[in-house]
């Protein structure tokens, strides 16, 4: 049990994986209904939004593989494996909060320009 408990671990290191679920995450956020202001513009994916995808990407497999290590340890009877992954899976979930923190800034940012905007040329 310990052996494949080592070799689950090893697997959610490999980039290759990290790759999969990236693209498996990425898939299902094109799939999202987009808000209808972008669908008007027809915008491309933005580089910024890309690369927030892909921090959140990183921050779940952080998040997964301090599961897998946690479970490793609670399966070997090891505490030490036990706390590191769950140091990782609170290391990913403060990840993922920090970004979605930063894209709500964002967007209020964009908010509040736009109704400065509106004003403006209410103004004029």
Not at 80 to 98: D, F, N
Not at 106 to 115: G, P, R
């Amino acid at each position: 049990m310990e052996i494949i408990a080592r070799q689950l671990v090893a697997i959610l290191k490999n980039s290759t994986v990290k790759l999969l679920a990236g693209l498996i995450c990425m898939a299902s956020w094109m799939l999202m209904p987009l808000p209808a202001m972008a669908m008007a513009n027809n915008h491309a994916l933005n580089p910024q939004i890309l690369a927030t995808m892909a921090q959140k990407m990183d921050a779940k497999a952080k998040e997964t593989e301090g599961k897998v290590q946690s479970a490793y340890g609670e399966i070997t009877g090891k505490p030490s494996e036990q706390i590191k992954g769950k140091v990782k899976q609170v290391q990913g979930s403060a990840k993922a909060t920090q970004q979605d923190i930063k894209q709500g800034a964002k967007s209020m940012a964009n908010k509040v320009s736009d109704a400065a905007e509106n004003l403006a040329d209410k103004l004029s």
